[in-house]
């Protein structure tokens, strides 16, 4: 009876932080891994049905179809590309809700076919669901600076990088 209740206490413990901060990690990953492969309908999972993206902005897009239609050219990836990639993840101390941050590359093409890129940071609010499942709430990032070689490189390096086990 003693190791039944051990083992329910230990199934409906949340996850060790590490743990969680991984699974939001690779779940970013994953999101991003959708843009950069034009893939629309994975990049429609990642998003909860009522999800705000350029939600530090003045004009914030609501809702999941929204986003959806709305980042269709950027998924498409003709006229620019965008790719980023986590650096930090904290969760809540009650595992439902996160933020991950990192930098992200946009690369843009004007008519003359000049290529621009800029590098930036972006943040992602993830709740957990009822399914367990992580799913974007919130999402913004900032203008970006026209990118360097160094800071290019320095994104190159990180991109698929593991999940580090530290806090």
């Known amino acids: 009876m003693i190791v039944l209740a051990a083992l329910l206490a230990a199934a409906a413990a949340p996850a060790a932080p590490v743990t969680l901060r991984c699974t939001v990690w690779q ?6 891994r959708s843009v950069r492969e034009h893939d629309s309908v994975a990049f429609r999972t990642f998003l909860t049905a009522d999800a705000v993206f350029d939600a530090n902005t003045a ?8 986003i959806a239609a709305a980042w269709a050219p950027i998924i498409a990836g003709k006229e620019l590309q965008l790719d980023w990639q986590p650096a930090n993840e904290v969760v809540s101390a009650d ?9 992200y590359r946009l690369t843009t093409t004007d008519k003359a076919g000049q290529s621009q890129t800029a590098i ?6 993830w709740r957990r669901g009822r399914d367990g499942a992580w799913r974007v709430q919130f999402d913004g990032g900032d203008g970006g600076r026209p990118a360097d070689a160094a800071a290019l490189a320095a994104f190159s390096q990180g991109v698929d990088k593991a999940c580090p086990a530290a806090p």
Do not use: I, M, Y
């Open 95 to 103: 595992g439902r809700l996160a933020l991950s941050s990192g930098p």
């Open 59 to 66: 004009h914030p897009v609501r809702g999941a179809e929204a």
């Open 120 to 125: 930036g940071r972006f943040s992602t609010v």
């Open 27 to 32: 779940r970013e990953q994953a999101f991003a």
